[in-house]
């Protein structure tokens, strides 16, 4: 069992950048594949982004292609989200979550989440 926790979101204007940090606590972080999701009010909660155990196999939603890049470090049990020209459409609680199964783009896939972080960019 691990428990992400989720740090790095803020306000910022559009066309800024935020580097979201997910801490795991527990022992076989590495063991895990790390996913990054948000939901703003009103809508479901959607895939962004995820990196295999390996750090190796990276995966990103269309719309964050190209202006997002997500990244480990298993030695500091840690997992990143660098979002570059963030866009109003950004908006939403950002989630860090844990998963074994093999398909990452998908919510039920995830058992362990974070409590999330508010990011809110400006037009």
């Known amino acids: 069992q691990v428990q992400p926790v989720e740090s790095g979101g803020g306000l910022v204007q559009a066309g800024g950048s935020l580097r979201l940090s997910c801490a795991v606590s527990?022992?076989?972080?590495?063991?895990?594949?790390m996913g990054w999701f948000r939901q703003a009010p009103g809508k479901e909660r959607e895939f962004v982004a995820a990196?295999?155990?390996?750090?190796?196999?990276?995966i990103y939603a269309d719309s964050v292609k190209g202006r997002f890049t997500i990244s480990r470090d298993n030695a500091k049990n840690t997992v990143y989200l660098q979002m570059n020209n963030l866009k109003p459409e950004d908006t939403a609680v950002y989630y860090c979550?844990?998963?074994?199964?093999?398909?990452?783009?998908?919510?039920?896939?995830?058992?362990?989440w974070g409590q999330g972080t508010q990011v809110t960019v400006s037009s």
């Open positions: 990196v295999r155990w390996s750090g190796g196999s990276l």
């Open positions: 527990g022992r076989t972080f590495s063991s895990y594949h």
């Open positions: 979550a844990a998963a074994t199964a093999y398909n990452l783009r998908q919510t039920i896939n995830y058992p362990f």
